[in-house]
């Protein structure tokens, strides 16, 4: 990304300048599909929406910087480079994910990374389970492909992807792009960005499923109004219908970064197994792009052909979001990623997944930390884990002294 800044802010040429926003995309693109993924495998259950969350709040914060530059020699270029070299410097500094290390037979690192994460002992009941859970992930689930992404086996794979990329896709065609390329008021940016801190506050409470519901539903009354102000703006000629559709055009943003702003990009992280996790983040991140273009390119015709009907898709497409989350989009607070990986397994179609979620006992509390009959378990663990390392190196020992 750095590079491909670089190479925009000295373009002299429009194909300089083009091969510079394609360097720019790869970087983009490879960063918004495996920083979700990293964030969630790092994090503790009951702080990994508000990290995640995170992520959607400095989205809009970079459309704010992008209109305050607006006009300015070398506008958006200049934060770009500053910010892509900050990431490349900071990322040697960042642990790799436990998850991943131990697919890779590293487990010792592992180990290390999960004591340095939680700030807890090696020995601890709560690191060892939390080994424990993951090695046994990891044991059943070999290495993922592409082709992995659509099969339909014991841990419904293909069931989980599409969640991910339904829960990208529903962002864009929400009709959020009909407001942020092309209403340009820096006030409607910043208003965003205020808005959007409030979820980073209130994920691990409310969860997942009540924000994307209050979201979708505060979103298809808000393109309502807006399609009803516009008709009494451009068809009746009520200059007084203005006013109205201002505000509402606030409203909708406030109840976008509220239930789908950070969601996007921490759900379809938490909900895939750990094989297919880098492939299906990929997957799901090119919905966010591919409809993301679909709608800014389509907005202005649809708006020159139709006029305030377009308001009026919008609406209908957030209306049908609602049942949509409601039946098939399981909750995921407080829940390790390995816990999802065992209630999707007992699903056994679409529509009991969500069921499934609300009947499994969760195994950590709000505050992160695993519950008595839990603890108990992960404690009876680490003892039979010591009596094992004990009795291998007794054995080590009285080989050593045969051979002697």
């Given at each position: ?146 082709r992995s992404l659509f099969k339909m ?21 929400s009709g959020i792009n009909l407001i ?225």
């Amino acid at each position: 990304m750095a590079t491909g800044a670089l190479l925009q802010s000295t373009a002299y040429s429009l194909p300089h300048f083009i091969v510079g926003r394609i360097i720019t995309g790869v970087g983009n693109g490879r960063n918004t599909s495996t920083v979700p993924t990293w964030q969630s495998e790092s994090a503790k259950a009951h702080d990994r929406g508000k990290m995640v969350m995170i992520e959607g709040m400095l989205i809009t914060g970079g459309h704010v910087i992008h209109r305050r530059k607006r006009g300015l020699p070398g506008g958006f270029l200049s934060p770009s480079r500053l910010c892509s070299l900050s990431l490349f410097s900071a990322r040697f500094n960042l642990p790799e994910s436990p998850r991943w290390l131990v697919m890779k037979g590293r487990t010792d690192e592992a180990l290390e990374i999960l004591e340095y994460l939680n700030e807890k002992s090696r020995n601890d009941p709560y690191i060892k389970n939390e080994l424990l859970s993951i090695e046994k992930t990891v044991k059943e689930m070999n290495k993922g492909s592409y082709r992995s992404l659509f099969k339909m086996n014991e841990h419904r794979e293909f069931h989980r992807v599409a969640l991910a990329y339904v829960n990208q896709m529903f962002q864009q065609i929400s009709g959020i792009n009909l407001i942020t390329y092309y209403l340009l008021a820096a006030c409607n940016g910043t208003e965003h960005l205020m808005a959007a801190f409030i979820p980073n506050f209130i994920i691990e409470k409310a969860g997942r499923r009540p924000l994307m519901l209050f979201g979708a539903a505060g979103m298809s009354i808000s393109m309502a109004v807006l399609a009803g102000t516009n008709y009494c703006l451009t068809v009746l000629n009520d200059s007084r219908a203005g006013i109205g559709q201002a505000v509402f055009l606030f409203v909708f943003n406030t109840f976008f970064a509220i239930g789908w702003l950070g969601m996007t990009w921490l759900y379809p992280a938490e909900i895939v197994p750990l094989r297919i996790r880098a492939p299906t983040n990929a997957l799901s991140t090119s919905a966010n792009w591919i409809f993301n273009f679909m709608v800014v390119m389509s907005t202005p015709v649809a708006f020159q052909n139709i006029g305030y009907k377009t308001s009026v898709i919008f609406a209908v497409i957030n209306t049908f979001m609602f049942p949509c989350v409601y039946f098939f989009f399981p909750e995921t607070r407080y829940r390790s990623l390995e816990e999802l990986d065992a209630i999707f397994k007992k699903s056994t179609n679409v529509f009991n997944a969500v069921t499934i979620s609300v009947k499994e006992p969760y195994r950590y509390d709000k505050h992160g930390e695993l519950k008595p009959e839990y603890l108990e378990e992960a404690m009876r663990h680490a003892s039979v884990d010591v009596h094992i390392a004990g009795a291998k190196f007794e054995g080590d020992k009285s080989g050593n002294e045969v051979k002697a």
